[in-house]
């Protein structure tokens, strides 16, 4: 089961590109990065998944170099309702091996 | 909404009652879980069903909580005895379980917030 690191809080500012990283020394070949949001009050929503080098939609994007021992979202041209708490997995996609880290809580400042 | 739903949002009760959640997933969807989350802490999970069966448990799954899920639809997650440590956030969430561990995403509910006086 990979461990995860994330900073425990970021803040920016709006109008500002944020990039959150996640390290994931031990992952597994078969793993994959899954990144979730949270707000208050509200189950975590789906964001972003890879496996390796970059992921695109139209929420963040999604970094992960050649080793996949980290990872990076990123997240353009931030507002206020995107503070939230933001969640990195890694490993198969349900049962107990879905394990939610402490996440990391941005602040977006006008 | 086609989403993920919860019944009811908000349980008080007192410590020694029984309390009962039930979770909706979305249609068609074969996997349903249940997690845990506290104040200040990401969803720990609870257990997992594939359509009717439960396939995983958590050892946080004491005996005083029963799961079930009996025509692979809805959920049911039952706390028995309940206790003030049991306060927290229930998550339910449903996925498609297709094949192909990349494409199983899983959607959350918006959760039942449970609080043992």
């Known amino acids: 089961l990979a461990k995860t690191t994330q900073p425990i809080s970021m803040d920016s500012y709006e109008g500002q590109e944020v990039n959150i990283t996640c390290s994931h020394n031990?992952?597994?070949?078969?793993?994959?990065i899954t990144w979730y949001q949270q707000f208050p009050s509200q189950g975590p929503r789906f964001i972003i998944q890879?496996?390796?080098t970059k992921v695109t939609n139209e929420v963040a994007s999604l970094f992960i170099p050649a080793d996949r021992k980290s990872s990076t979202l990123s997240l353009p041209r931030v507002s206020l309702s995107d503070t939230a708490v933001y969640y990195c997995?890694?490993?198969?996609?349900?049962?107990?091996?879905?394990?939610f880290g402490p996440g990391t809580r941005l602040s977006v400042l006008p | 909404d086609t989403g993920v739903s919860q019944d009811p949002r908000h349980k008080i009760t007192k410590r020694g009652q029984n309390v009962t959640f039930r979770c909706d997933p979305i249609?068609?969807?074969?996997?349903l879980y249940w997690y845990r989350q506290t104040l200040g802490q990401g969803p720990e999970f609870l257990t997992y069903f594939q359509n009717e069966a439960q396939l995983e448990k958590s050892r946080l799954l004491s005996d005083r909580f029963s799961a079930e899920r009996p025509k692979g639809s809805f959920s049911t997650l039952e706390i028995q005895r309940t206790e003030q440590g049991d306060s927290a956030m229930y998550l339910c969430?449903?996925?498609?379980?297709?094949?192909?561990?990349?494409?199983?995403?899983?959607?959350f509910g918006p959760g039942t917030r449970l609080t043992v006086l």
């Open positions: 249609s068609e969807h074969n996997r």
């Open positions: 031990n992952i597994a070949t078969n793993d994959y």
């Open positions: 969430a449903s996925s498609s379980g297709t094949s192909g561990r990349a494409l199983d995403t899983q959607y």
């Open positions: 997995l890694v490993g198969p996609n349900y049962g107990q091996n879905f394990v």
């Open positions: 890879g496996y390796k």
